[in-house]
């Protein structure tokens, strides 16, 4: 009884030690987030003589300096258009691939899944080689013999594509697989076939799902870099996470800190407002998915 009760007291202060530590995590990346916001209203004097303190006239013109004169609003343009193209193609062939390897009681769909969740686990760094070959070669093809044209950025979502494959199937498959069978039983009772099934039934279903799965792809792409700088070779044509290294490189020369600031935000509250959007849905999803 005292080893059981020694067993549960050590179970809470574990609990609330982690708790702590959560809270803790959370509160430093509030202050530095907003830490970030306030010097981006600031001078360039300002930011070094009063890192912590507020601006004493906030300082828009960095916002407009960032955007145009550093070229971040072409960068956005960019990489909302990459993004999103990236993020719906990448849904629109791993739902229906998930909704089939969650339901098909076959060796071989494990298998294909397992393949998928070892998908998830090569680094990006292994495959920036075989990925440049094959975006320059494609580059090529396409205008020497197709189009006579040809958009890096389109080589650029297609790499994000089968970057975001495996994990998106691997996720909406557990997920899937959480939903009841019954359901389909039914629908098929009433005379309605597999596609029919799957489009107007199980898809509303398995909605938060599917939103988890874009939000998630969405943030990923929008932070990624080294991808950017490998394949897009025109400055004019990259996304805003290289175009803020870029920034940033040319500091020592420009000494602009209120412009980089105000680069960072532009960057990063696209995705912050996301998440304040979708994280209960994303907790909701993730939590059902691992339940089954």
């Not at 993004?83 to 009681?105: E, I, K, Q």
């Not at 009772?189 to 874009?214: C, Q, S």
Request: neutral net charge; charged residues 15%; glycine residues 6%.
């Amino acid at each position: 009884m005292n080893r059981r009760r020694a067993i549960d007291r050590l179970d809470t202060l574990l609990c609330a030690a982690v708790r702590a530590v959560l809270w803790l995590w959370v509160a430093m990346m509030v202050v530095l987030t907003v830490w970030v916001v306030l010097s981006s209203l600031k001078t360039n004097g300002e930011v070094f003589e009063d890192p912590f303190g507020l601006p004493k006239s906030p300082q828009w013109r960095n916002y407009s300096v960032a955007w145009s004169v550093s070229g971040f609003g072409q960068a956005a343009l960019s990489s909302v258009t990459v993004v999103a193209a990236a993020a719906l193609l990448t849904m629109v062939l791993a739902t229906p691939a998930s909704y089939v390897l969650a339901r098909v009681d076959r060796r071989s769909a494990s298998r294909v899944i397992t393949y998928f969740a070892i998908g998830m686990g090569i680094p990006a760094q292994a495959l920036v080689v075989p990925f440049f070959l094959m975006a320059d070669d494609l580059s090529t093809f396409m205008t020497d013999w197709v189009t006579g044209w040809w958009d890096d950025r389109i080589s650029l979502a297609l790499i994000y594509i089968v970057l975001s494959l495996p994990f998106t199937v691997y996720l909406l498959t557990m997920y899937f697989r959480s939903l009841p069978t019954e359901i389909e039983e039914a629908a098929a009772v009433d005379g309605a076939g597999p596609t029919r099934t799957f489009v107007a039934i199980m898809l509303p279903l398995a909605r938060h799902g599917l939103v988890t799965a874009l939000v998630l792809n969405i943030v990923a792409l929008w932070n990624e870099t080294l991808f950017v700088l490998i394949v897009v070779g025109d400055p004019q044509q990259r996304t805003l996470p290289a175009t803020l290294l870029e920034l940033y490189n040319t500091m020592q020369y420009t000494s602009d800190w209120g412009g980089l600031f105000a680069g960072i935000v532009i960057l990063v509250m696209p995705m912050i407002l996301l998440y304040l959007w979708a994280g209960r849905r994303i907790v909701q999803a993730m939590t059902q998915g691992a339940l089954k």
